[in-house]
Structure formats: structure tokens, C-alpha cells
């Protein structure tokens, strides 16, 4: 198990390039299997959970070529619709399989993914739609069991915005019988990234990126070529640690429109934040004001960002809150911060973060993804030595992060436990 060692205290600096977006990467990958033609996709991102998906859809029977940030997917013999409790329990996205395995095959068997580090995670909303267009779903031993000779057309109400559960219906309505309607749809940038791949390959979608999405099901999908978008994510997460450290960075091949509320709240903090063409320059004004927050879907400040703000915050002037209003065990890293110094209570959904002078290298834990980049944050603010351990949940969405890093000056080191 690998650790990582962050020598901290260090403004960062200089400029770096942003990969493909995983939560783009993962259900662009699976719309591979509404047809029997191949996909070629570039800019994927070299990440653990793209290559736990690519496992599954090769247990599928789908053709994998892959090298670098380029693979070509063929499903023109799926064995077996059954992705198995293996795969699916280290990454509940699996659940993206479910739509498009139902529309193609007329059957599919995905195990219930169970639950997770940062709360319940339900999948309530993904059955509930397919068994709106006509699938008979039942629980058999742990697994979904779904069959539908063909899916029909449905007006489909979400009464949780859920972003998968937008891309699985989505997906399975592109071959259904008829024309479906997805209200309250989750508008995030990726459902709009996977929505312009299904229309790359023949489908007929409109409304993405609003709350009503419709889409008039087709017979068959043609394969297409397709880039993935830059992760909005790891984006934002490289522009807090900048932020945080008063440095300097300009992030290469980013999307700015898909992160405005970021931006908006790096502003109030006190950055000063320059646009142009897929760049985006980041330098603080003055000291650094914190900022709260609230999280909520697509356009709002989104979750995944939640955590690298917060230990921000934790060295802000004055006191600022964290609100976090879609997952109801993500605070985790607050603990974990603490360690390090920072001064920061819980009350419910909200954390009262107040902040101090500086935070000290100490020995932290990662516990889920973006946590990990918070503590990595913390880390490079932190004065001394931190040490981040399970930093696997890390690489499950970051490419390459403490390359990236230390090309902006900061001291991280990764070693295996052996070394340690
Ligand atoms: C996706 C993202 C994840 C992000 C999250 C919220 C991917 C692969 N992951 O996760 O990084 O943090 O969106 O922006 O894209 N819910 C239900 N029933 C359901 C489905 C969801 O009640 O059937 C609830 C969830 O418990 C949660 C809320 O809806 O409270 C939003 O979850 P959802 O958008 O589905 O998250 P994911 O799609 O799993």
C-alpha cells in the first residue's frame, strides 16, 4: 500500500496540464456497450477506477484495445450480461452498466453495489426509471436482476437529482421504443460529455445540460470517435492548492464555463483569477479570506470540491462554514485535519471551520477520494512533514498527481509501504 509524503510549506508554481474527466471517462465507457461497432474515445485518463471499469467490460466480452489516453471498445459479442460483486463492490459506478446492457441484450444481472464510505448511495431512482420503461427488476442474492424484450418510452420524474441515474436512463432510452422524458435531470458537464458521445453515435437526445432531457430511442447505434472532457474536478482541485498555498499556476487544457461557482468562490477568497482559451491562471490578491459554502447539484458548488475547500479554510482568515447538502457522511476529512491543527466543528450537515495561523505536518489517513486531495492540500500547506496513508482511494481519480505537483515546485514523494 503506497504512501505519500508531502514536505510542506511551499507556494506552488508554474503551470501543468489537466487530463480527461473520470466521471466523463466512466459512463462514456460503458455507452460502448449500446453498440455492436467499435468506439474509439481519447483523452481517457490513466486512473484506477477506468481501469477497474475496463476489467468489468472485458469480463463482459468487449474488445478492449488500450494504450496511453487512447482505447477502442468493441461489444460486438457480450458473453454474459453479469458484472459480479467483485468489481462492482470497489466501484458503485459499475451501476452504469445496468442501462445499456438492459436496452441492448434485454437482460442484465449487476450485483447491488453496496454501501460506501460517504453515505447510503442508494439506486433506487436507476430501477425505478428502468422499471418505468417497462423492465421487470428483481433483488436475487445480492445482484439486480433486469428484463425487458425492449424498453418503451417513458415520462420519468426524479424526485433526487442523481447524476448516474441521469446517464444510466439516459443510455438505456437511447434504444428504447419511443420517446423518453428525464425530469429533474442532473445537468452536470458530464451528462452533457456522455449525451454529445450518444448523439456521436446515432442517437437522438436533446435538453442535456437542462433538467429536462429528451430522448426519441433508436433501433441501433453506430460506433463514433469521441475526446473526453477535462476533468472540472481535478481542475479545481489543482486551483485550491494553488489558492491555498499563495502561489501561482496556470492550469492548461481546462473547461472554465463547466466550473463558474469554483471560480466565483476562489474569487471571494481572495484569488485573483485570469481566462483565457482552456487556460486558467490562478494568484491570490492578499491573504487568504476563506470562503463558505453550500453544496448542491449542477450549476451550484459541487460536493466533489467540498473537501479541498475546506482545508483552505482551515488556514483562512476568520470563520467560515461548510454546508454539504448531497452526501450525509462526507466529512471525514475533519478528523483528519484536525490532526494537522486545524480548528473545525460539526454540527449536522454543516462544519464551522475557524481558521489559524498555520496547520503542522502529522501522519493522516485518506478515507475516500476527495478527502484524499483535501489532506493532500492540508499537506502542502502544513509546515514539516505530512504523511498520507491509503492514498489508493487517490489514484482512483487523480492521474499522476504527485508528478503533477512536483512540477509546480511542491516536495511529494510516493513510497511503497516496503520502503517505508
Ligand atoms: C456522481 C459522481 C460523484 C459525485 C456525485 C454528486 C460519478 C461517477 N460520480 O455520483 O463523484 O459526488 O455524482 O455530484 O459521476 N440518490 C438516491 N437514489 C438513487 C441515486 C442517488 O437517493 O437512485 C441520492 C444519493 O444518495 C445522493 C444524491 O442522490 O444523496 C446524489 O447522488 P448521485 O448524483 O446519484 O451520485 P452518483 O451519481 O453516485
Redesign the pocket.
Known sequence: MDQLVIAGGRPLAGSVRISGA??AA??ILCASLLTAQPLTFTNLPDLR?VATLLRLLRSLGVQIEHQGSQATLCAQAVTEPVAAYDLVKTM??S??VLGPLLARFGYARVSLPGGCA???????????GLQAMGAHIDIEHGDIVARAKRLKGARIF?D????????NLMMAAALADGVTVLENA?R?P?VVDLALCLIGMGARIKGHGTDVITIEGVSALNGAHYAIMPDR?ETGTFLVAAAATGGDVQLIGARPETLDSVLEKLKEANAIIDLSAQQIRIRMRGPNHGVSLRTA??PAF???MQAQFMAMNAVAVGTTVVTET???NRFMHVQELRRLGANIEVEGNAAIIRGVERLEGARVMATD??ASACLVIAGLIAQGETLIDRIYHLDR?YEKIEQKLSQLGAHISRRSLEDA
Do not use: S
Not at 460517504?118 to 425505478?128: A, F, Q
Not at 433526487?160 to 446517464?167: R, S
Open positions: 473520470k466521471n466512466l459512463p477506477d458503485r459506478a451501476i452504469l460517504i453515505g447510503e448511495r442508494p439506486v433506487d431512482l436507476h430501477i425505478k426524479m433526487t437529482v442523481t447524476v448516474t441515474g441521469t446517464e442532473a452536470e458530464e474536478i447539484p449542477y459541487p460536493t466533489d448531497i452526501f450525509e477520494l476527495r481519480g
